[in-house]
């Protein structure tokens, strides 16, 4: 039982832990000053904030499926992964310019294409290169990884932000150097394996992609799909942590500290809640998760001080840690080794498309009616996916076991 957990993690998901990692810091260290931007210089509404990171979201979700579906097809997931990092890479310099919230919405979208590009042949190559007892931990690890720069980002703007008395080109500039660095990392640093494709047609989608899907994914997948984007129409931007944080008295120059303490609880939970989820199975960490999400936003939803906002930051944290990681490793679980591009693709277009009524319905919420019924009305719905998923819990670990 120990041998597959002594089993080393391979250089290319240590690689792709290390981009993930540059290019958080490049992307948090602009999101967590982009709200404010947006609001104090830009002037922009709660409801235009909630349109933006939404439909950026949205778009991203088309990608995110076909780039899944195509990496399977083709054989090859780096060249997405180039292109995708490569492309957020491209259009962070629009930040530096951007005087209107237009200018803002394009960045946005660009960027969110470029997520959508290489998230699911990403996730995929983690599942080729390890093995079904040690993928947890090698998720995990990405994860964590990934985390650390969503801390060392926030950081930077923290200091960038207090030293320059609020210089927002400076920041964003400052964030161009490690998006491009990761450009090199992957080029010279990823090594993957030899990888048969589904389809040999010229057509990124046909007959046999849906023969497939139909024969060889497990109905248990699909409920996890329903189940996740369910969850995630709860899941509004992070945008309205930073706003609310402003709601409990913090100024321009230190609400990156939500990031920060989010991103410290979720560093630090990560790759545990990887080990813990191979040992005790995925499900049910999961559904820990979804119930400690609800709990969190329903503390939002009631937290006026700026102590107790921090602490929520903390366990919210958490609940990342205990999701992100484990809900690739389930889906991974769930689904054969030819489709898990497509399969990942499914999911986080699932998760995605309910992201801009997410992002909306809080915006509007929050505009007309205050943090109290934006907050709440997530932890609700959160309460109810975490219900919907423990029920499945069953036959998730039948599919374990199987």
Known sequence: MSKPMAEKIPLTVWILGFASLLTDVSTELIHSILPNFMSSVLHASFIDIGLIEGLAETVAAILKVFSGAWSDRIGK??????????????VKPLFLFANSVLVVLIARLADRVGKGLRGAPRDALVADVTSS???????????????????????????????????????????????FAVLFLLYFGVKEPAHKSVLSSDKLFDARLLTELKTKMPPQFFFLVATVFLFSLANSSDAFLILKARDCGMSIATCPLVLVAINISYALSAYPAGILSDRLGHGRLLTVAFFVYALTYLGFALVSQQSHMLLLCLVYGLYLGLSQGVLSALVSQLTPAHLRGTAFGIVNFAVSLALLPASLLTGLLYQHYGALAAFATCAAIALLSALVLAIQLPSLAKSRQN
């Open 133 to 179: 007892a040690n993928r947890g931990r090698a998720y995990g690890l990405r994860q964590s990884l990934d985390t650390v720069g969503a801390v060392v980002g926030p950081l930077m703007a923290l200091a960038l932000m207090w030293l320059t008395q609020s210089n927002y080109q400076l920041a964003f500039a400052v964030a161009l150097v490690p998006a």
């Open 77 to 90: 997931r780096k060249g997405l992964l180039l292109l995708g990092y490569g492309l957020s890479a491209l």
